[in-house]
């Protein structure tokens, strides 16, 4: 007991008192050895006794102690922070790392405060229907709640709390710990971030553009406003992709986004959809006035657009396609409105360069119906439901058969006859226009083998070529193969080309003409005069033929203006050594002019309509060395 009394008192300052009471029973524990009178054997009674109790108590203490400072160390040494509130919402416990997450010294400075006084924006209601919680039924423990909360110096903290009831001699208590989870909400509005922003422009995607439109379309239906929505189109991005690379388009991207922001109003939102499609809202509109304001404003779209960028120190000209949709005329929902500014666009292209279209139900109709032919053409060329018609082109001054045009029709087991210019769209927004140009090529070509040793045997066949062939990087390969297959002579093959191929990507399409002419394959270019660009095209690449269009020829009979125009053409022509069809040629005065003017072919149901290929051989026949004449017979 001396020993044990002794240890304590040097070793354990804090025990000193228990260490001397233990010296002092051990001491009188030694002198209960002597013999003591009664007198003095009742003081030393007592006085063990009360030493006894003392060192009991004291031992009871230090237990007691040793629990609460392990207890103490356990929750400091927790990496969060952790306390303990009574029932009124006073801090009984603390650790150190709660301490300095709420901005005091140390833990000690917390115990007996309220919780009001360690977070400045929380009252007491709040404090007790915390508290509350505890005692409801059927709560899942532990609570677990997250808050950006104010602290004492004015800093803003995100915890997370995790709350948890505790009862101590029937007392119940809330133990709460708090969790910094700053790191954390840095992370997620990375998170947040990339789930909602473009990641090349810095403006919505589309995620965040279909969460935000629906509030706008909330408050529109809510005030009585309307909303529009429009859909930009950049042309000629693929362009500066393959010509200038990613980066180069990535910056074109930043540059229009950025046009398009300065001319939009503070509230007006502006998300990149995907590719070259950006989406603006203008929201908050009057009654009757969505249109007009979409209109207006697509109309500065344009004009921003038009005025050109500089990019990798080359000047690009971009133009843009809109298509609007206002609520509540075109749709009720972000997706219905979307959809249809999508199919306004569509349109607003196929009208040309730089134009805006307002979306109405028959756009939807002719989407709804474009939608049902994309389906039955899955399957139509397997299933034999194409086939080609032959239209004669003759030499304007001797009428002999020169070259054919093929065309493609469709039978369709679903549809029924379905004109070509309700599928070709189609298949080329689907891309099923590669497979059926493929068909179309074989087709022709073994047609043109068939007729070997007839009166068609030297006859040139014209086919149309779209723009997804001629990026095919297999498309010369094709043509040659076709040729050698069927034996053909390489200028017995003409393609034309539409302007719109031309343009869709000059530099490819140069190459790939560069490689057709080479191999002795002729060039048409179709519908000539009726783009924005011809006569530059007559410069850039090196064609065969210029197919007058229909256009032109139907009225030089009546029109002086038509008669010169058509006839600027053939001189133009001629000056350039190309050959030049007229299409569309319907009477014999029409062709009288033609021939006068120098035109070196006609085409047109005047000379006999697209026909069969065994009609046309018997055409052909008939035409051996006859005048022209119309053969309407084979008007069918």
């Excluded at 924006?121 to 039924?137: G, H, I, K, P, S």
């Excluded at 706008?216 to 930009?232: M, N, S, T, Y």
């Excluded at 062709?591 to 047109?604: P, S, T, V, W």
Aim: contains cysteine; negative net charge; glycine residues 8%.
């Amino acid at each position: 007991m001396l020993w044990a009394g002794w240890k304590l008192v040097c070793v354990q300052n804090h025990y000193r008192v228990l260490g001397f009471t233990l010296m002092l029973r051990g001491g009188f524990n030694l002198l209960s050895a002597a013999n003591f009178s009664p007198d003095w054997f009742i003081i030393w009674f007592t006085v063990t006794s009360f030493l006894k109790v003392m060192s009991m108590l004291g031992l009871v203490y230090a237990v007691l102690d040793e629990i609460q400072q392990r207890y103490g160390r356990t929750i400091d040494s927790l990496s969060h922070g952790f306390l303990i509130r009574d029932r009124r919402g006073f801090v009984q416990v603390a650790n150190e790392r709660c301490a300095r997450l709420l901005g005091f010294n140390n833990a000690q400075e917390l115990i007996g405060l309220h919780v009001c006084d360690l977070l400045p924006n929380l009252t007491r209601d709040m404090a007790d229907q915390y508290f509350r919680r505890f005692e409801a039924e059927g709560v899942q423990f532990p609570l677990t709640d997250t808050a950006v909360v104010k602290l004492r110096g004015g800093n803003s903290l995100p915890v997370e709390m995790l709350g948890s009831p505790y009862v101590e001699r029937g007392q119940l208590f809330g133990l709460i710990q708090l969790l910094d989870i700053s790191e954390r909400k840095k992370k997620d509005d990375l998170l947040y971030q990339a789930a909602r922003i473009d990641p090349v422009t810095g403006f919505f995607n589309r995620h965040a553009l279909s969460a935000r439109l629906e509030q706008e379309l909330a408050k529109a239906a809510a005030d009585g406003r309307e909303c529009a929505v429009l859909f930009i189109d950049l042309d000629k991005f693929k362009r500066v992709n393959d010509s200038f690379g990613h980066a180069a388009g990535d910056e074109l991207l930043r540059t229009a986004a950025g046009r398009l922001h300065t001319l939009l109003r503070p509230a007006d939102v502006l998300a990149r959809f995907g590719g070259d499609e950006f989406i603006v809202v203008i929201p908050q509109l009057s009654p009757g006035s969505a249109e007009q304001m979409a209109a207006d404003c697509a109309a500065e779209i344009i004009k921003a657009m038009g005025k050109g960028f500089e990019l990798s120190y080359h000047a690009i000209s971009v133009t843009a396609g809109i298509g609007i949709a206002c609520y509540p005329a075109h749709g009720s929902d972000s997706e219905s409105l979307v959809r249809n500014a999508d199919i306004a666009m569509y349109e607003a292209k196929k009208a040309g360069r730089g134009e805006q279209r307002v979306f109405n139900d028959a756009m939807n109709a002719a989407a709804k119906d474009g939608l049902v032919i994309d389906g039955a053409l899955r399957g139509a060329i397997a299933a034999g439901e194409f086939y080609l018609v032959y239209q004669a082109i003759t030499n304007s001054h001797t009428g002999k058969l020169t070259k054919v045009e093929a065309l493609l029709r469709w039978n369709s087991s679903l549809l029924g006859p379905v004109s070509p210019d309700r599928f070709i769209p189609v298949a080329e927004d689907s891309g099923i226009i590669i497979e059926l140009g493929t068909w179309v090529l074989e087709q022709a070509c073994r047609q043109m083998g068939t007729w070997k040793q007839s009166v068609l045997d030297d006859v040139t066949i014209s086919i149309n070529v779209s723009a997804w062939q001629l990026a095919d990087p297999g498309f010369v390969e094709l043509v040659s193969q076709a040729l050698i297959r069927n034996r053909l002579a390489p200028h017995q093959l003409e393609l034309e080309l539409t302007e719109r191929v031309l343009i869709e990507d000059a530099a490819n399409v140069q190459a790939v003409l560069a490689q057709l002419r080479a191999l002795g394959v002729g060039i048409s270019l179709d519908d000539f005069g009726t783009g924005y660009s011809s006569l530059s095209y007559l410069t850039q690449f090196h064609l065969n033929t210029l197919k007058i269009d229909r256009a032109f020829v139907m009225d030089i009979e009546h029109s002086e203006r038509s008669n010169n125009l058509v006839h600027a053409i053939i001189a133009m022509g001629h000056s350039l050594g190309l050959q030049l069809v007229a299409e569309g040629v319907e009477t014999a005065g029409q062709a009288a002019i033609l021939e006068k003017m120098g035109c070196h072919y006609l085409q047109g149901y005047h000379i006999a309509r697209p026909i069969s290929p065994d009609d046309l051989l018997r055409f052909a026949d008939l035409r051996v060395g006859q005048a022209p004449a119309p053969y309407s017979d084979y008007a069918i």
